[in-house]
């Protein structure tokens, strides 16, 4: 079974790949060493990412496995995970 579409899986691989450029970017900074509030900037930023990624995967979730699962008259494991998903974005 596929749980993404390939442009979906293109989009969210590449914003990692970027994602992974930027954490390799903060180690190098604290390497050498770089002002703090420049490295929390940086730090920030990765955690923007990383979020943009979770809503990409999100979007992809229940627009694809949730309708899918109403589709199939599951709609108590949908309502499940959707709580599941609701409850971990709020922490």
Request: charged share 30%.
């Amino acid at each position: 079974m596929r749980y993404m579409e390939d442009k979906n899986k293109s989009k969210i691989i590449r914003r990692l790949k970027l994602l992974e450029g930027q954490v390799r970017g903060l180690q190098r900074m604290i390497e050498s060493d770089t002002y703090c509030i420049d490295v929390i900037t940086q730090t920030s930023a990765v955690k923007q990412g990383l979020s943009g990624v979770e809503d990409l995967l999100l979007e992809n979730h229940l627009g694809g496995c949730i309708l899918n699962q109403v589709k199939a008259g599951q709609t108590d494991k949908a309502k499940q995970e959707i709580l599941k998903v609701y409850k971990l974005k709020r922490k």
